[in-house]
Each structure stands twice: as C-alpha cells, then as structure tokens.
Nanobody
Framework: QVHLVESGGGLVQPGGSLRLSCAAS????????MAWYRQAPGKQRELVAQ???????YYTDSVKGRFTISRDNVKRTVNLQMNSLNAEDTARYYC?????????WGQGTQVTVSS
C-alpha cells in the first residue's frame, strides 16, 4: 500500500506555471506506476500523465508540450511541471499509484487558472 499526499496547487494566471508534487510513503513506490489525474466540476476524472517504474511516460493530448511528469524513486516523489496553463486546466489534481492492480489515490490539490 502506498500513501500519497499532493501539494503545489493554487491560483495562477493564464499562461503561468505551477509545479505539483506527490509525496509517497510505503515500500512499493519504486515498483509502482505513478500518474496524475484531474477532475473538473461536472466532468469525469481524466488521466493527465503517467510514468512507469521504468520511466515510460504518457501524456494526454491536451497537455503534450506543456506538462512534464517526473519521478524520484529515492525521494519517493512524483512531480508534474505545468506550463502555459489555461482555463481548461482548472481542476482538482490527484496523484495515483498502481502496483499490480493495487491502486492508491491522494486527496488531491486544487489548480485554478484565472485572471
């Protein structure tokens, strides 16, 4: 089991940047696939970016070229650098760990993009 705590959300103007961080505790972090999801009001939760334990990365089309996911297996963190933010990026962002089908979620951190 992995316990996850997100941080780094906030209010940012369009075109700005934020860096989200997810701190994990538990012995399974290094062998877990880590991902960032987001959920906007009235919408389904969607996958934003994912990184496997071997460093294979996936991004949803809407964030390609703007967001960067990274992980540090020593520090047990997974980060999401978000640049060129726009109003459509406004959502609650969640960190997820998946080890062999055992899934853990964080509580989320709110990102609001507004002028």
């Amino acid at each position: 089991q992995v316990h996850l705590v997100e941080s780094g959300g906030g209010l940012v103007q369009p075109g700005g940047s934020l860096r989200l961080s997810c701190a994990a505790s538990g012995s399974d972090f290094s062998i877990s696939t880590m991902a960032w999801y987001r959920q906007a009001p009235g919408k389904q939760r969607e996958l934003v970016a994912q990184i496997t334990m071997r460093g294979i990365i996936y991004y949803t089309d809407s964030v390609k070229g703007r967001f960067t996911i990274s992980r540090d297996n020593v520090k047990r963190t997974v980060n999401l650098q978000m640049n060129s933010l726009n109003a459509e990026d406004t959502a609650r962002y969640y960190c997820k760990a998946n080890k062999g089908g055992h899934v853990s979620w964080g509580q989320g951190t709110q990102v609001t993009v507004s002028s």
